[in-house]
């Protein structure tokens, strides 16, 4: 089955540690993407990555790294100084830059983050 | 800037037709989408329409576009107890970026 894959759904950490969050596509995707979503709010982009070793920072990014080493995988990293990290994580991925038209987004099921 | 605005509830009776309401502000916007997200998991994409259509059916759904006022909508005939869930209205940004709106929260009454 082609999709992407977050872990894991649920994450629990103590207040000033790292935490590294999952997402893996097998959807042959060039671009990916982290969003935070907040109750009561829409999504808000975090970082991005058009292709494999390149990622941008979106509206959001202090607090947080990511790494684009392999084109099926685009890990994010919770760091400690992200002051509120409490939130639910969505990881994204679409064709990129060789699309034609519309380069519509497909979403995984999310990561759950909670600091204690 | 970028700013995509949605009521926050409806609640509908089964059977009945849901209007789900957006307006949005960058006039460049080049696709408009309708995201669908159950309890717990992620978005799932309902549909899109591109900037220069005025209207999009497929199956229960229906998308229109008023360009002029940046109005978006989605119509679902015939709602199903399947269909409560949160409703997110996007648009295009960039290339890469969409904005999206806080949501929607559909309920469906029996």
């Known amino acids: 089955d082609g999709g992407i894959t977050q872990s894991p759904k649920y994450l629990f950490r103590k207040e000033g540690q790292n935490v590294t969050l999952s997402c893996e596509q097998n959807?042959?995707?060039?671009?990916m993407y982290w969003y935070r979503q907040d109750p009561g709010q829409g999504l808000r982009l975090i970082y991005y990555?058009?292709?494999?070793?390149?990622?941008q920072k979106g509206d959001i990014a202090e607090g947080y790294s990511v790494s684009r080493e392999k084109k099926e995988s685009f890990p994010l990293t919770v760091t400690s100084a992200q002051k509120n990290p409490t939130a639910f994580y969505l990881c994204?991925?679409?064709?990129?830059?060789?699309?034609?038209?519309?380069?519509?987004?497909?979403f995984g099921p999310g990561t759950r983050l909670t600091v204690l | 800037g970028e700013d995509v605005e949605q009521s926050l509830f409806l609640s509908v009776r089964e059977g009945d037709s849901s209007v789900i309401n957006c307006t949005y502000t960058?006039?460049?916007?080049?696709?408009l989408y309708w995201y669908k997200q159950e309890p717990g998991a992620g978005l799932q994409l309902l549909t899109y329409?591109?900037?220069?259509?005025d209207m999009k059916q497929d199956q229960r759904l229906t998308v229109l576009l008023n360009k002029k006022d940046k109005h978006l909508s989605l119509r679902i005939a015939d709602t199903q107890t399947g269909d409560s869930a949160i409703y997110f209205c996007?648009?295009?940004?960039?290339?890469?970026?969409?904005?999206f709106g806080a949501g929607t929260t559909v309920t469906v009454r029996a």
């Open positions: 994204a991925s679409s064709i990129g830059a060789t699309s034609l038209g519309t380069d519509t987004q497909y």
């Open positions: 959807l042959n995707h060039d671009a």
């Open positions: 990555s058009q292709i494999v070793n390149d990622f």
């Open positions: 960058d006039s460049s916007s080049t696709y």
């Open positions: 329409i591109f900037s220069n259509m």
């Open positions: 996007a648009e295009s940004i960039d290339d890469y970026k969409l904005s």
